[in-house]
């Protein structure tokens, strides 16, 4: 059984940060993507950023410039720096994971419980 952890959210003014974090733990294989997701109130949960076991990266247009995802894969984490940040990224955000975990030998994708950001003046 493999767990995503978040940790990192909460409320922040316009134009301030936050650095969200994401923990993979079990009996971990290997790791192949990990990627943040957020939802709206009212909205359907959509990709935020993802980023590759090679340290590819894409995102959403509405992030990118302002968002960088990075991983640790020694500690199987995964972190989300979120500068600049306006009313409208306010959400519950996600850490998903493409994961290989004993016993199985295919991949899996899991996700974590999700971490509130409210950015609020």
């Known amino acids: 059984q493999v767990q995503l952890v978040e940790s990192g959210g909460g409320l922040v003014q316009p134009g301030g940060s936050l650095r969200l974090s994401c923990a993979a733990s079990?009996?971990?294989?290997?790791?192949?993507?990990m990627a943040w997701h957020r939802q709206a109130p009212g909205e359907q949960r959509h990709m935020v950023a993802h980023i590759t076991s090679g340290g590819s990266t894409n995102y959403a247009d509405s992030v990118k410039g302002r968002f960088t995802i990075s991983r640790n894969n020694t500690q199987n984490t995964v972190y989300l720096q979120m500068n600049s940040l306006k009313p409208e990224d306010t959400a519950v955000y996600y850490c998903s994971s493409e994961v290989v975990a004993a016993p199985h030998y295919y991949s899996m994708v899991y996700w974590g419980e999700g971490t509130l950001v409210t950015v609020s003046s």
């Open positions: 079990g009996r971990i294989t290997s790791i192949h993507y």
